[in-house]
């Protein structure tokens, strides 16, 4: 990716909840101008008026450019969906996203969207990243593998033992609150704390393998969405072993970096880079050379070990 803020982001020492470790990621000042995002950007997202599976409308009515989040996950429309890739939305404007389905059993009545409560989990995002790529390697679309992100919905819900009668990935977090309160309260405690002073992002690790990082470019932009980050990157129990090692996190943020991809103009404003190697897949999101956000995954915890 050749951007010298990724190649020299820092790490600070981790916090471990349920399992998983949470290493504070800074990153250097960067210029951007002011860019609003989450519940008080006042962003309004909705169907087209020829609902598309794999295409929701966003309108910005404010003065700001605001920034919709890779990973972010849209209740309510025609079913529940989940942002391709990351878009900053220009003031007073309106533009089509990328989306990928995460409720494949409803297709019903349109009803008012609203941000769930935590993202997508990271399984999912995964997946969605890693058929992005493809699509954009191959015919320069942010398409997604629809196939395969319900895949991972359905195997996440079974190894849970959650029912939903829509396939639906939001169900995970509501079942797993009510079945164990002291799980929820944990996850509940951290998503209310909030990030480190001057904290920028979060790299995620199941023991020793590094299973993320999500990074913004100022860290208001991280704060507005640390509740649903940390309740996304808890749903999933841990199982692989071993200290938690922020050698290995820089290593694979300076992979991410250095890596080479596919470049394309935003969906709004901004410059898109996509990355997808044997060893992870990710994007970041760049203004005038200073990144917005930036996210990426590894691939099976097995060959990272």
Not at 33 to 56: C, N, W
Not at 120 to 148: I, K, L, T, Y
Request: net charge neutral.
């Amino acid at each position: 990716m050749t951007n010298s803020q990724l190649e020299t982001v820092a790490i600070g020492s981790p916090i471990t909840r349920l399992g998983v470790s949470f290493f504070p990621v800074y990153l250097a000042a960067n210029g951007l101008p002011p860019i609003t995002t989450g519940e008080a950007s006042g962003l309004v997202i909705d169907e087209l008026d020829e609902a598309a599976v794999k295409t929701l409308r966003v309108r910005n009515p404010g003065d700001k450019p605001v920034l919709v989040v890779e990973g972010e996950h849209f209740i309510g429309g025609k079913q529940n969906r989940a942002l391709n890739a990351t878009v900053l939305v220009p003031a007073k404007a309106g533009l089509e996203i990328p989306v990928s389905c995460l409720e494949r059993g409803r297709w019903g009545r349109r009803q008012t969207y609203r941000r769930d409560e935590a993202f997508a989990p990271n399984r999912v995002r995964a997946a969605q990243q890693a058929g992005v790529a493809r699509s954009m390697r191959q015919r320069g679309s942010r398409e997604g593998d629809q196939s395969g992100v319900w895949h991972e919905v359905d195997a996440m819900l079974d190894d849970a033992s959650v029912e939903s009668p829509t396939g639906a990935a939001a169900e995970m977090r509501r079942e797993t609150y009510r079945r164990d309160r002291s799980r929820a309260q944990a996850i509940e405690k951290l998503a209310a704390g909030g990030p480190l002073p001057g904290q920028c992002g979060i790299a995620v690790t199941h023991g020793r393998w590094v299973q993320g990082m999500d990074l913004f470019g100022a860290p208001d932009l991280l704060a507005a969405h640390w509740p649903a980050l940390i309740r996304s990157y808890l749903l999933e129990s841990p199982d692989v072993e071993g200290r938690p090692s922020a050698t290995r996190v820089l290593e694979l943020a300076r992979r991410f970096a250095l890596a080479p991809g596919k470049e394309a103009p935003g969906v709004g404003l901004g410059v898109e880079r996509r990355v997808a190697d044997k060893r992870l897949v990710g994007q970041a999101l760049t203004l005038d050379g200073g990144v917005v956000h930036a996210a990426f995954f590894t691939h099976d915890p097995i060959n990272e070990m």
